[in-house]
């Protein structure tokens, strides 16, 4: 009995020496972090006012926009933009840069785009109308037929082959106007767009108008990807998009006259796969070279505008991310990557080239920022983590309220980096102020001159920040 309880005396005496040990090595750990805030405020400082002083994601936007254009993913301008990527990543002295393979799909728009709606002989008004992204051409002379009004796949459903077949089928669900979020807005409408021709036609539409994504009243249309699932070939419709004002007008008129015709001409084509690339460039980490921290955005655009915001920011944001680290001669901890991802708009080849390249080679990222939400001034970024991480992330608020990039949510992250999921990376999206981004998007009018420079700048600094956060702590 005396040896057992000095034996138990022991291992108390043991036990709350290493409880008082493990004390001090976290007082210690939070007194470090202490010291290191104002390290870490001034080096968010100096990205700032590099990004804001000195930065290039402007003049980048400006050449890649205005000198090479829209880049539609198969497209030769596409191409133009992989090189001038490359060309520009290389120039920033980066420990490495290299293109990834990656095959994409080739759809071309083709010529002009024509609809109208038609009242009786010789009575005509023209809309302003755009193919859908996939969507097949009408016939040479076009196509003429009635039209259905719908505003959900049930009213579809409930309507019947009976009162479908032989018509256009008008698909009018506005983006709800009475979310703040327009994100979440645009979630509630999309699958219209993307569906609704595969429904159509499974009921014998002749053809599918769908509401433009917008939420402002205007004359402009916006594209979009559209999927026609296993239909088979003999099966598919042509697809538009019509303007938010030429849908109203045609739901008013469709109230005055339900027997009213629409007329529609695409002339689009689609062609076999051709290959592309994703543009990697790469500054190697000094501590953790093993854990990997990705920032990016889409080098592809759709072809009625010039992709400015959608999602020339997000690489131009990306591009300056690395950048402003050479400027400041900063040596990143952990590996940092920007990685310009092809084929975002109509595929999401190229993330997924991305997420299966790094599973072939055993890499570990531990974070993924992803800038595709338009130029705007940024308000914070969204995260896909777990409670622990999340917890963390929030820790660093203080750093970033100065800057008014302070709102942190869970939720969605981006498309490019979400095949990088899994229980150990963390993946994020910056939120710029939404409210006018849907004005821009997949529409003729996106283009440079709706660009903010000082709006794109914050973006940038902002990114710089976290990534730098990021890279200081790990998770």
């Known amino acids: 009995m005396i040896h057992s309880l000095d034996f138990s005396s022991s291992m108390n005496k043991h036990y709350n020496q290493m409880k008082k040990g ?11 972090l202490k010291a290191q805030e104002p390290v870490h405020e001034a080096q968010i400082k100096t990205l700032y006012h590099q990004a804001l002083t000195a930065g290039k994601s402007y003049d980048w936007l400006d050449h890649l926009s205005n000198k090479i254009g829209g880049r539609l993913s198969g497209s030769l301008n596409a191409e133009r933009a992989v090189e001038w990527g490359k060309n520009e990543l290389e120039s920033l002295g980066l420990d490495r840069v290299y293109l990834q393979n990656v095959m994409v799909p080739k ?50 459903e409930r309507l019947g082959k009976e009162k479908i077949e032989g018509k ?3 698909f009018n669900r506005p983006m709800p106007a009475e979310l703040i979020n327009t994100f979440e807005a645009y979630s509630k409408t999309v699958n219209q767009r993307t569906q609704g021709a595969a429904k159509a036609a499974r009921l014998g539409a002749v053809g599918v108008i769908v509401r ?42 469709l109230a005055l006259n339900d027997d009213l015709k629409f007329y529609l001409k695409l002339d689009c084509k689609n062609f076999p796969d051709v290959p592309s690339h994703n543009v990697v460039g790469e500054l190697k980490g000094s501590e953790f ?13 759709w072809d009625l505008g010039d992709g400015s915001h959608d999602d020339g920011a997000g690489i131009v944001q990306s591009m300056e991310v690395l950048r402003l680290f050479k400027a400041m001669n900063y040596q990143p901890k ?14 999401l080849r190229g993330g997924t080239a991305y997420a299966q390249h790094a599973k072939q080679n055993n890499e570990k990222h531990i974070f993924a920022l992803e800038s595709d939400a338009g130029g705007f001034s940024p308000r914070g970024f969204v995260f896909e983590a777990t409670s622990s991480q999340f917890a963390q992330i929030e820790s660093w608020k203080p750093y970033l309220t100065p800057y008014g990039v302070a709102r942190f949510d869970l ?28 004005d821009f998007h997949h529409a003729a009018n996106d283009t440079f001159d709706a660009i903010n420079k000082r709006e794109l700048e914050l973006g940038a600094a902002a990114m710089s920040s976290l990534i730098y956060l990021v890279d200081q702590y790990g998770f």
């Open 212 to 253: 433009s994504l917008n939420l402002r009243l205007d004359d402009y249309p916006h594209t979009g990807s559209m999927r026609y699932g296993d239909l088979p070939n003999s099966m598919r419709i042509p697809a538009a998009a019509i303007s938010t004002n030429g849908a109203q007008l045609l739901s008013s008129m």
């Open 107 to 156: 759809w071309v728009r083709g010529t002009f785009e024509y609809a109208s709606i038609i009242t009786g002989p010789g009575m005509s008004m023209n809309v302003p109308v755009c193919a859908l992204g996939g969507s097949i051409a009408t016939p040479s002379s076009g196509l003429r037929a009635g039209v259905v009004e719908v505003k959900s796949f049930e009213e579809l």
């Open 22 to 32: 493990i004390l001090f090595v976290l007082i210690g750990f939070a007194c470090t």
């Open 168 to 170: 256009f089928v008008f």
């Open 411 to 438: 939720g969605g992250s981006g498309a490019d980096i979400g095949p990088l999921r899994d229980d150990n990376v963390v993946l994020s999206g910056l939120r710029p102020d939404s409210q006018r981004y849907f």
């Open 289 to 301: 070279p093993d854990e990997i921290i990705v920032v990016g955005g889409h080098l592809d655009s």
């Open 334 to 347: 952990r590996t940092l990557r920007v990685v310009l991802y092809m084929n975002e708009e109509n595929g």
